[in-house]
C-alpha cells in the first residue's frame, strides 16, 4: 500500500520513531518491538526532516546494540543524498548539519575498527576512476564524491582535482568553496600550505579581496615560512609574485595593500577657487529625479565608484560614481531594502523579507530568495548542554565548564543538577523568564543581519536563525537556529560565523559557527550574578571578528581574545577594571579593528570618553614615549559637552577619527608615534547624521539647528569637508 502525503503519514512517522526510542529505555520492551516500529518509521518518512531523523535515531540504536557495519551504513546513507546532507540538526556541540554529524559518527566508528569501510573506499575509487577516465572532467562529478566520501582519501583527491581544475577555468567562488572544504579536511602541513598558498593566490585575483588574500598568505607563512610559492601570484597585470619564500611574498602583498589602501577610498572633489565655502554653500549641479532611496553599501567591501538606488517604483538602479545616467537595467524588489553588499560581479540587495541577487554589469536577476521559503529548523538548546562549553560568571577570572539557558519543559533544577529526560548533568543554570522576555510574536520572521562574503551570503533572523546561501546560486548551504529571539550581534569571516544573545536576566551566549557547514566550534556563556552584584561587571558589551580569525570579546570592564583557527590557544583576557570603563561601547562603531590593533571607546569615572588603542592578540594596551604612558585618544569633547552621547570611530588605516554629534579628531597611529589631533567643534551646524572618510577630506554630513533652521537658503542636509592632510 503507498502511504498518501499529508498530515496522518507525518503523525504515524512520528509516532512510530518517537515510541521506538522511548522503548530503548524500557527493558521489557523487546528487540523485535523497537526494529518493527523503526521500519514503520522508515517507511512512512517523507520529506528529507524526517528521513535524516529516522536515519540518525536507528543509527544510535544500532550501536547501543553494537553493530558497527549497520551504523555506518544508515550514517553513508545520510552522505549519499544532497537533500539529506543539508538537514539543520541538533547536533553533539549544538546546531549543525546532518552531513556534519553523520561523518563524525563515522570517523568515532572508524576509531575503534577501521576495516568496515574497506567497501566503501573501494566503492569511491571506482567512482573517481570513472570520473578520471572521461575525456572532459567534470568539477561537479568530482565534488560529488568528495560530499558523498568526506573521510576518505578519495573524496581527499576528487576535492584537490576539482579545485585545480576550478582554478584553471577561472572560477573564482567555485575555486574557494573547494579549496576552503580542501583545507578543513587537509591532514598534512604540506596539504594545509597548498591549499591556503592556493587560496590567498586566487583572493588576490579578486575584486576587493586583497586582505583574505594576506590573511590566508600568512597563515601558509606561519607554517612554513621558507617555503617557495608553488606557483606565481598575480595582483594585477603588473604585480605579479614570483618564486618568492613564503614571508617574503606575504611582506609584498602587504606593501601592495599599502600603497592601494587611500586608492580604496572615495574621492570627494571640490571646485576649485573656492576660498570659503562656508560663507556661499555649494548648491547641487545636477539632481537625479525618481529616488526614493538610497540604499547603503555594507562595510568593509562596499565599492566606491557604484551609487545603488531604490525608485519610486520599487526598482532597484545602479550609477556609477558622479554620473546620474543608469549603468543598467533596474530590477524589481517585493520592499525596501535594509542593504546591499557586492560580491565580486553580484549585487546582493537584502530587505526583510528575502533578497535578491543582481548581476553587477548586466542589470538582470540573478537569484531571488524568500524568506518563508525556509525549511524549519530546530532551536539547538539541547545539543548546547550536552556539548562542551564554557562558562564565565561575571566575577570570575577563569572559566567553569558547563552551562545551559532554554525554555524547555524537559528541564528540572536540582541544585547545581540539570535533569534532562531523567540524566542528570552538572553546571550553572539560567531559566529565561517567558513573561519578561516572550519571543518576537505577532509578525512574520524578518532578517536582522547579512554579510556577503567571498563565496556566500549569511543573514541572522529576529528568531535567532542563522541561514547560509551560496553567493552565485542563492541554494540554502545550512541553517541553524541558535535562539526563539533576535541575535544581539552578529560578525561572519570566510571561515567563522559569531552571533550572541542576551536572555531576561541579562545572562550572554556567545556561538562561533563554521562558515563551511555551520556547526558550532564553540559556545560561551557570560553569567551575571544578580544577588552579589548590584552593578553587574560581567555584562558582554560588544564584540568584533578580525579577518584573521581573532575574536575580540569586550565585558563592561575588559576585553578578552581568542584566536578562533587555534583551538588549543589561551584565552587572552584583561585584568577586570574596577570602572565599567566600556560601558558605552555597544555599538558596531565603537570596537573597530584596524591594522591588527583593536580601538575601543573608553568611558572614564569622570564620564569623558576617548579612545584605547590595543595590540590584537595580546590585548595589550599600546604605549607612547619614553615612559611607556598607555595611549588614550582626546575625543575633543569638552566636559559638559557631548557627555553620555556614545563617540563612533571610523578608520582609513592607520589614521582614525572619532567623530562626536559635534565634533571630529583625527589621529595616525604609525607616524613615529608623534599622535596629532585635529580638533573641531561645530556647534552652530547642528548634530552630525553621518561622517565618510574620502582619499582627501573627511566629510560630514549634517541638518541645519537652532537659528538656523529657518534660515533662508540654508540647504536642509548640509556637507563639511575636512582635509584629512593634518594627520596623513
Known sequence: TTLVHGPMRDR???????????????????TEVIVKLF?????????????????????QYLRIGKDAAAELALHQQILSEPALRAVSVAGKSGASTAAAEAEANIIELLKANPTIYAAYEARAAEKLAAIIAKPDIAPADLLAVADEYPIDKTGFAALRQAAEILERQGQARESVQTLRRLLQHARSK?????SLESLARIYAAMPGQLELAIVRLKQAAELDPRKVLSKPIAVNKTTVIINEPLDSALASLKIHRNGLAGQALPTFK???GIENPGKSPLLPAETVNGIKAIIRQQQPVARTDRIVALKTDSKIVQFQSGSIKPLNSPVKVDEVPIGCAYGGDILVVVSQAGITAIHRDSGGEAWRFALPSLPAAELAGEGIASGESELVPDDADVPAQVNLAMRDPRLNVRGRQIIINGQARFGMVALEADEENPPDEGGPERIAHFRVLSDRVVFATNEGRVVCLDLGKGTLL????????????????DDFVVVSVKDAIENSDVFVLDTIGGRIVKHIRYTVDHIRSTQPQGQLVNLVLSGDGVLVLMMTNRLEGIDLFDPAAPKVQQKPQAEPAFLLSAGPEQLVITDDRVLALYLSGSGQQSVRAYELRSLRPLRTGDAGIEASFASGVAANNERGQALSIRTAGAAFYIVGPKSLAAYHLDKGWDWKALLMEQRDRGASRDMF??????????????????APKVPRIQLSAYSRAVVD
Not at 528529507?48 to 543509527?59: E, F, I, K, T
Not at 572618510?693 to 529657518?710: E, I, K, M, R, S
Open 12 to 30: 504515524l512517522f512520528d509516532i512510530a520513531c518517537t515510541f521506538a526510542v522511548k522503548l530503548q529505555r524500557n527493558d521489557a520492551a523487546g
Open 39 to 59: 521500519d514503520r518509521a522508515r517507511i512512512s518518512s517523507d520529506t528529507p526532516q524526517q528521513r535524516v531523523r529516522y536515519l540518525s535515531a536507528h543509527a
Open 190 to 194: 604540506d596539504e594545509r600550505i597548498h
Open 270 to 272: 571640490l571646485p576649485n
Open 478 to 493: 545550512w541553517q541553524a537556529r541558535l535562539s526563539d529571539q533576535s541575535l544581539r550581534h552578529f560578525q561572519a569571516i
Open 693 to 710: 572618510v574620502t582619499q582627501d577630506y573627511c566629510v560630514l554630513l549634517h541638518v541645519p539647528a537652532g537659528a538656523n533652521v529657518n
